[in-house]
């Protein structure tokens, strides 16, 4: 047992020619001995009987052989592998100098093949290594070759070792046939991934589900949802009864979809059979209804989401902080932002949401809270930070802590982007004298810089673009195209397109 343990340990950790596939493969340990050398030495049977008490009676030196030759084997491997490391190597003329691979050299070829993005070689160097040696011509490495140019959207060649085995007179599984069938699905060949589909039965095998799973999916990436409702009737009535994974799945497609009506009904059937819902599947969901800005369908979602523990990803989140910032709920942002906290760290995100709902709100003791509460933590400040602030300032025509401010960014390490300009500008229409901040920027040449835009855009969804913002895309986008790309855009020439147009600084 300890001899199978070691020999087996060597060669995962440094191979792994193995875990690329499936199915588990378990390979007798080698010896260093073969029958035939022992069959052929005058003392054979006398070497035999030694030898094995040799085993029980030193099993440590027999380990450390093992080892040894595991060692000398992958050292081969690696050998192997280095010289298709060059792209100009051919592992077809490699395998005619070498004269043969053993398996391990071969699944570690294929394997290599496959990660270097050379899919396209995998099935000729089949055809060389299994022409040498006749026993290789098995379902099993044809399973395997299949799956392997299945993943790699290589149809055609799919196909090809398909007739292949069958002119050998091998039978194809389910599992090759399942390959082939989602490979012609996912390029969106259905007429092809159904003539397999009806050859499988014709071969006396019966489809299950991962068979309709992997079309039901593909119909849905195409955004073909009557066929997929077509395949789903078919899929039922030859007996295959849809399990939890297939309900997760429609649901998850009729969700990207945007159709509501048709993802509720799956839902209701998988509560009903007292089936789960998948993480994704909620998450899904929870996309759907603040796509289409259902806020109390939407939160019941985003609550099961939450019990469950499971991760948003931020652009998701902004999508639900949109919702509650055009339904007016300004106070659910800073649920929202704790809600995160609760099941990440407080990110720049969380931080913007905090600062968010106040600042909608119009809330000075809310900002100087949240503020403070940054200062606690030591929270470096950016430009989202910054702008959410100056922005409700303005808002409430706060000019005084608006001049603050603005000549304190430097003080904040924060460095102003094109949001900032646009608050100055904006704040200069309705009063503002911004005159010290603009000299500033000018001495400190930050005006001549290429212009950069590092605000969330959650702070422009709460406040809106304002009226220096809109003048440059306007005045920009009426360029000819030859104009706007000839050049590396400064904040100095925003400036100066704008107020060429309306008058106004230089």
Known sequence: MDMDIHCCTARTCLFNTNILFSKTLFTKPKTLFTPSSLSSHPHSRFQTH????????????????????????????????????????SPLQLLRDDGDWSKQQFWAVIRFLESASRSGEILQVFHLW?????????????????????????????????????????????VIYNSVIHCFARKGDFDRALYFLNELKENKLIADTETYDGLIQSFGQFKMYD???????????????????????LIQEFSR????????????TVLSKRMGLQSSTLVMMLEAYANFGIIEKMEKAYRRILNSKTPLKDDLIR???????????????????LDLFSVTDRTDLVWCLLLLSHACLLSRKGLD???????????????????????AYLKMKDFTRLRILMLELSTHHVKPDIVTVGILFDANRIGFNGTTALNIWRK????????????????????????????????????????????IWTYQNLINLVFKHRGGPN
Not at 227 to 249: A, F, Q, R
Not at 321 to 335: G, H, M, P, Q, T
């Open 257 to 268: 979809g945007g159709l509501l009506k048709r993802m509720e009904r799956v839902c209701q």
């Open 369 to 391: 809270s949240i503020v403070k509460e940054m200062e606690a933590e030591n929270v470096p400040w950016n430009a989202t930070i910054a702008n959410t602030i100056l922005l």
């Open 50 to 89: 030694h030898l094995q008490f040799s085993h029980r009676d030193n099993p440590t030196k027999h380990t450390t052989l093992l080892k040894i030759e595991a060692l000398q084997e992958n050292d081969s491997l690696e050998l192997l592998i280095q010289k298709l490391g060059n792209r100009a190597s």
């Open 130 to 174: 299994k022409d040498i040696e006749k026993s290789r011509i098995n379902e099993f490495n044809y399973e395997k070759i299949i799956g392997l140019l299945s993943q790699g959207d290589l149809a055609e060649e799919s196909v090809l070792a398909l007739e292949e085995m069958k002119a050998q007179g091998l039978k194809p599984s389910l």
């Open 319 to 337: 999508k639900l902080a949109k919702v509650y910032i055009e339904n007016y709920k300004f106070s659910r942002l800073a649920d929202l932002g």
């Open 444 to 487: 400190t040449g930050f005006l001549d810089e290429a212009v950069e835009m590092n605000t969330d855009p959650l702070v422009l969804t709460a406040f809106g673009k304002g009226n220096f913002l809109r003048s440059c895309e306007e005045q920009y986008s009426s360029l000819e195209p030859e104009a706007r790309e000839k050049k």
């Open 227 to 249: 066929e997929l409702d077509e395949c789903v009737k078919k899929m039922e009535s030859d007996g295959c009864l849809p399990d939890h994974i297939t309900y997760n799945l």
